[in-house]
């Protein structure tokens, strides 16, 4: 299965760690020099705790590798009593700085972690108040409230696009392996026409040059005759190849409607190969979003017919019948393999039919029916729902 990322902390940008860092760092030094400037001396433990805690603040902005060692929920902890002892002691001298600190505190618990921890640490910041009762504890209660019910909703909407990262990364890798799969198909695809058309005609007429070259050292009529049937090979074999070239080409439709852009494919096709077709088409409104796709049905079918029918005929007709397009491809070819008419879902189960041409009839959610006459042509009629 694909890797899929994740919402958890060591997918954050360093610039969320810095900065929570450097705002842990402010808010310690900024109580040691408030303590140590009040009027009422703090006790000393809690002098000391509030050095040692500056000290670790310090240690976690400069060197990071401080805190990587440990739980995400270690830190937060040593934050969370810390503030809960700061508060018990100082809450009647620095009202704004535990405030503060509360702040920081639930930024931090919504940023780095989920929404269940961050309504632990709302639930026992209450219960801290509600049993110890601190100086002004009365007034920095409702802000721990309101507070904390915004980092939980903070948390909450971060999971939530979370997880909607996690499914648009999934969906980019599925689609990349799609991509990928369907370019080796594309690719064993070239590989299968050149070998089977150019490259066996190139075969032939190197082959067939070592004849002449034979014949005209013994007979010089014979071998100036076998000459000219090789040059009208060569300028087949130079058409065989353009039209090769031109079917690996990317469609170039914009601007143009469908009605059009399949015109212009049926014009190339009688230039390259020299088969006759013929084209009609009713005045199509609402163009289906599948636009290139109906464009290759109709170029790999005109394909086909170059390569395996053996057709002096092909007609393609182009037409809208409600809210479904109707496409009839008709040459008087060699035809398919088969005889008689098979619907999509039959030539798929019997594994006969143009198998490029069903892959993307069925991914439009169209329908189609191969109708073979050996020695007497085919019909492709395909329906796709606009």
Same mark, same amino acid.
Request: aromatic share 8%; net charge neutral; charged share 20%.
């Given at each position: 299965? &694909?890797?899929?990322?994740?919402? =958890? ?13 450097? #705002?842990?760092?402010?808010?310690? !030094? /900024?109580f040691?020099?408030?303590?140590s ?10 002098? $000391?705790?509030a050095?040692?805690? &500056?000290?670790?603040?310090l $240690? /976690? ?9 440990w ?8 934050d969370v009593v810390i503030?809960?002892?700061?508060a018990?002691?100082?809450?009647d001298?620095t ?5 503060l600190f509360?702040?920081? !505190?639930?930024?931090e618990? /919504?940023?780095l972690?989920s ?8 639930v ?10 601190p ?8 802000l ?8 939980? &909703?903070?948390? !909450?909407?971060? *999971? ?7 499914? @648009? ?5 599925? !689609?990349?392996? =799609? @991509? ?17 058309g ?5 075969i ?5 040059? %070592?004849v002449v070259?034979?014949m005209? %050292?013994?007979d010089?009529?014979t071998? $100036? *005759? ?6 009208s ?5 130079? @058409?065989?190849l353009? @039209? ?12 143009e409607? $469908? ?12 230039k390259?190969?020299? #088969?006759? /077709?013929s ?6 409104t609402?163009?289906p979003?599948?636009?290139l ?8 079918s ?5 390569k395996h029918?053996?057709?002096s ?7 809208k ?5 109707h496409? =009839?491809?008709?040459d008087?070819? &060699? ?10 879902s =039959?030539?798929?189960a019997l594994r006969?039919?143009?198998g490029?041409?069903? *892959?993307?009839? *069925?991914s439009l ?12 042509g085919?019909t492709l009629?395909?329906?796709i729902?606009?």
């Amino acid at each position: 299965m &694909t890797n899929r990322v994740t919402a =958890e902390p060591k997918y954050l940008s360093p610039l969320w760690w810095q900065s929570l860092a450097v #705002i842990r760092t402010i808010l310690a !030094l /900024a109580f040691l020099a408030v303590g140590s400037a009040a009027v009422r001396i703090l006790p000393l433990p809690i002098m $000391l705790l509030a050095s040692a805690f &500056t000290i670790y603040s310090l $240690l /976690a902005l400069l060197w990071r590798d401080v805190e990587q060692h440990w739980p995400p929920m270690l830190s937060m902890g040593i934050d969370v009593v810390i503030f809960l002892v700061f508060a018990h002691y100082s809450a009647d001298q620095t009202l704004w700085f535990n405030s503060l600190f509360y702040v920081y !505190l639930l930024l931090e618990a /919504a940023i780095l972690h989920s929404w269940r921890e961050v309504f632990a640490v709302l639930v026992l910041c209450q219960g801290f108040f509600l049993l110890l009762k601190p100086a002004q504890g009365d007034i920095l209660q409702p802000l721990v409230m309101l507070a904390g019910i915004l980092a939980c &909703t903070l948390a !909450l909407e971060k *999971r939530v696009l979370g997880d909607h990262l996690n499914d @648009a990364v999934f969906q980019i890798g599925l !689609l990349r392996g =799609e @991509a990928e799969k369907l370019r080796e198909t594309e690719r064993q695809r070239i590989a299968d026409d050149f070998h089977d058309g150019p490259l066996q005609s190139f075969i032939s007429f190197q082959m067939r040059l %070592s004849v002449v070259q034979q014949m005209l %050292s013994r007979d010089l009529a014979t071998g $100036l *005759r076998e000459l000219q049937d090789l040059q009208s090979v060569c300028r087949s074999q130079v @058409a065989e190849l353009r @039209a090769f070239v031109r079917g690996m080409r990317p469609l170039e439709v914009e601007g143009e409607s $469908l009605s059009t852009a399949i015109r212009r494919l049926v014009d190339n096709f009688k230039k390259d190969t020299g #088969i006759s /077709a013929s084209y009609s088409s009713q005045e199509v409104t609402g163009e289906p979003e599948s636009f290139l796709e109906v464009l290759q049905i109709v170029r790999e079918s005109l394909n086909n017919v170059q390569k395996h029918s053996k057709a002096s005929r092909v007609a393609i007709s182009l037409t809208k019948q409600g809210e479904m397009l109707h496409i =009839e491809l008709e040459d008087d070819g &060699t035809g398919f393999p088969f005889s008689g008419n098979y619907d999509l879902s =039959e030539l798929e189960a019997l594994r006969i039919g143009p198998g490029s041409i069903k *892959r993307r009839v *069925r991914s439009l959610g169209g329908e189609m029916v191969a109708s073979s006459r050996p020695g007497h042509g085919a019909t492709l009629r395909i329906r796709i729902p606009l």
